[in-house]
Nanobody, 115 residues
């Protein structure tokens, strides 16, 4: 059973930065696609960014140029560096690990950006 544990969320003022981390259990981290999703209050969950096993990245238009996803296969960890944060970035952020056979989710971490 894969376990994903997010950390790094919190309260920050607009224009500030946060770095989220997600640590994954198991030995297959390096072959998985990792992603960050978020769910703003009252809205459905949405894609933020993904990174493949080969390091290819994909970003939502709303975060392009402000957020950076990266991974450290030696530490089984994926990161999301969030800069120039805006109040509309307020959401619960979820880590996702995807394999051809299925995907797994973390429990989420709250990010709140005050204006």
């Amino acid at each position: 059973q894969v376990q994903l544990v997010e950390s790094g969320g919190g309260l920050v003022q607009a224009g500030g930065s946060l770095r989220l981390s997600c640590s994954a259990s198991g030995s297959l981290f390096r072959i998985s696609t990792m992603g960050w999703y978020r769910q703003p209050p009252g809205k459905p969950r949405e894609l933020v960014a993904t990174i493949t096993s080969g390091g290819d990245t994909n970003y939502a238009d709303s975060v392009q140029g402000r957020f950076t996803i990266s991974r450290d296969n030696a530490k089984n960890t994926v990161y999301l560096q969030m800069n120039s944060l805006k109040p509309e970035d307020t959401a619960v952020y979820y880590c996702n690990q995807r394999f051809p056979t299925g995907s797994y989710w973390g429990q989420g971490t709250q990010v709140t950006v005050s204006s």
